[in-house]
T-cell receptor
Framework: AQSVTQLDSHVSVSEGTPVLLRCNYS??????LFWYVQHPNKGLQLLLK??????LVKGINGFEAEFKKSETSFHLTKPSAHMSDAAEYFC?????????????FGTGTRLTIIP | EPEVTQTPSHQVTQMGQEVILRCVPI?????FYWYRQILGQKVEFLVS????????KSEIFDDQFSVERPDGSNFTLKIRSTKLEDSAMYFC??????????FGQGTRLTVV
């Protein structure tokens, strides 16, 4: 069975400084991995996805993530935080690319941006 | 930009009542899902639906729950007899391909 572990429940960074949100995965298959963002009182928006192509994945709003199989990690980064980045971020894993696989969510990391 | 829409945004119901949560997936998508998020907890998978039938469901999705695609556009989640612990944000999602799901804004269900 697949799972993800988000190592930090809450991260605070100052505006203009780098963001690092950590995620480790466990999967018996070659996983597809995603990061979703949830702004207050909003739905879940797909930030980026990894599906066994390039290991460095670029997403929306300047975010990127690197798939590292040796470390079973898929950390989310951004070079310079913006106030609008304040939100809850979810690392998500799905199964192999056949069938109708469900998404398994991590517990989330709340990102706070300090002005 | 196409999006998944859910109605209502907030539903308050009495314990024991039936509720139907409605979703309009993105039009060319083939896979449909319901997830829920109890306040303060993680997002949990409920059910996936493909080719007019359930393809996978979680242990949460018991006999009190059902899903339906009554016409070519709507996708509904019915809870037959609501319990207090059914209070949660319910998210509908759809996808054209495996895994890349697009989520609606959610319906906040409050059971009193």
């Amino acid at each position: 069975a697949q799972s993800v572990t988000q190592l930090d429940s809450h991260v605070s960074v100052s505006e203009g400084t780098p963001v690092l949100l950590r995620c480790n995965y466990s999967s018996s298959y070659s996983p597809s991995l995603f990061w979703y963002v949830q702004h207050p009182n909003k739905g879940l928006q797909l930030l980026l996805k990894y599906t066994s192509a390039a290991t460095l994945v670029k997403g929306i709003n300047g975010f990127e993530a690197e798939f590292k199989k040796s470390e079973t990690s898929f950390h989310l980064t951004k070079p310079s935080a913006h106030m609008s980045d304040a939100a809850e971020y979810f690392c998500v894993v799905s199964g192999p690319n056949f069938g109708n696989e469900k998404l398994t969510f991590g517990t989330g990391t709340r990102l706070t941006i300090i002005p | 930009e196409p999006e998944v829409t859910q109605t209502p945004s907030h539903q308050v119901t009495q314990m024991g009542q039936e509720v139907i949560l409605r979703c309009v997936p993105i039009s060319n998508h083939l896979y449909f899902y319901w997830y829920r998020q109890i306040l303060g907890q993680k997002v949990e998978f409920l059910v996936s639906f493909y080719n007019n039938e359930i393809s996978e469901k979680s242990e949460i999705f018991d006999d009190q729950f059902s899903v339906e695609r009554p016409d070519g556009s709507n996708f509904t989640l019915k809870i037959r007899s609501t319990k207090l612990e059914d209070s949660a944000m319910y998210f509908c999602a759809s996808s054209e391909r495996i895994g890349e799901a697009f989520f609606g804004q959610g319906t906040r269900l409050t059971v009193v």
